[in-house]
């Protein structure tokens, strides 16, 4: 697959850090317009009070509405197992449309039965306004982006390239924090090197901006690198380790981690474009499978 890289766009991106869940949401601003696209956002849950509010995504809409920006598009770079998406309170305060890889269906089919979703859940992504396969191009305001399909961590990841800047979900993170795992249903550790050998595969002045950060050893959050400074440092592939090297390793690595600890109400949340799921009397509802992860 050959992608319309365009390095001479350089887009203005200010990212937003959520200390609850370690997300890193987005605006990436058009530098020949005033429209932008804002990229994994988060919707705060207190899950032990049942409790939802939208601080996160309060701070996004203000910076858009200060700046006078147009929202084009609202990104979800995967459905994500560790936050939920505030996409469907975005686009009711600003518009813009809701995207996602296309291979949410598979996603949606393997956790609708795992949360015993009836028929009235629809498992075509007919939530998203827009599915995207590989290589797919839209466009923010003049700027053209476009998405790589790099499955893995779940089927559905894709890294969307914005003219130098590439937003790559939890398919790598900063050089001294590796790469995501592999162990959720649909993942797969071999696939997920795959992946990030696309990534690696752009030009090494890449800025590269991650979905989570975690601040190993001690140092300050941080969440934008580059492809050359990945591929000479991240501590899973950097370096020139093998796929079978990355495979052991990640298998290993990931038998030993627990469960995120709001991975229950993000995918049910998620899997619906950020839309909280409702009981038969329409009243907001999660349900908890057992053993059923």
């Not at 050959?2 to 887009?11: E, F, K, L």
């Not at 939208?54 to 197992?81: K, N």
């Not at 959050?221 to 796929?243: F, M, P, S, Y």
Request: net charge negative; hydrophobic share 35%.
């Amino acid at each position: 697959m050959s992608y319309p890289i365009d390095m001479s766009v350089h887009p203005d991106v200010s990212g937003h850090f959520d200390e609850a869940t370690n997300t890193i949401s987005y605006i990436v601003k058009d530098p020949g317009s005033n429209h932008c696209a804002i990229i994994d956002s988060v919707m705060d849950i207190d899950y032990a009070a049942g409790r939802i509010t939208y601080d996160h995504a309060d701070r996004l809409i203000a910076e858009v509405e200060s700046r006078g920006l147009t929202l084009d598009w609202i990104i979800e770079t995967h459905v994500h197992a560790d936050h939920l998406s505030a996409a469907p309170y975005i686009q009711q305060k600003l518009g813009g449309k809701i995207g996602v890889g296309d291979k949410i269906l598979v996603v949606q089919e393997t956790f609708g039965k795992i949360f015993n979703e009836g028929t009235e859940f629809q498992r075509d992504g007919s939530q998203f306004d827009a599915l995207f396969k590989d290589g797919d191009t839209y466009m923010i305001g003049g700027m053209q982006a476009f998405a790589i399909f790099t499955p893995g961590h779940t089927p559905a990841c894709m890294v969307h390239v914005i003219g130098d800047a590439a937003f790559v979900g939890d398919t790598l993170f900063m050089p001294d924090g590796g790469s995501a795992r592999a162990d959720f249903p649909g993942g797969d550790a071999g696939t997920l090197y795959d992946s990030i050998q696309k990534i690696l595969a752009l030009p090494d002045e890449m800025r590269l901006f991650m979905c989570h950060d975690y601040g190993p050893n001690g140092r300050d959050i941080r969440w934008e690198t580059t492809v050359g400074e990945e591929k000479a440092h991240n501590i899973h592939v950097g370096g020139g380790r093998t796929r079978e090297e990355f495979v052991k390793f990640r298998t290993e690595r990931d038998a030993t981690l627990s469960m995120p600890k709001l991975i229950i109400p993000s995918l049910q949340v998620n899997m619906r474009a950020g839309e909280v799921p409702t009981d038969k009397d329409g009243r907001p509802m999660l349900k908890v499978p057992l053993n059923g992860l």
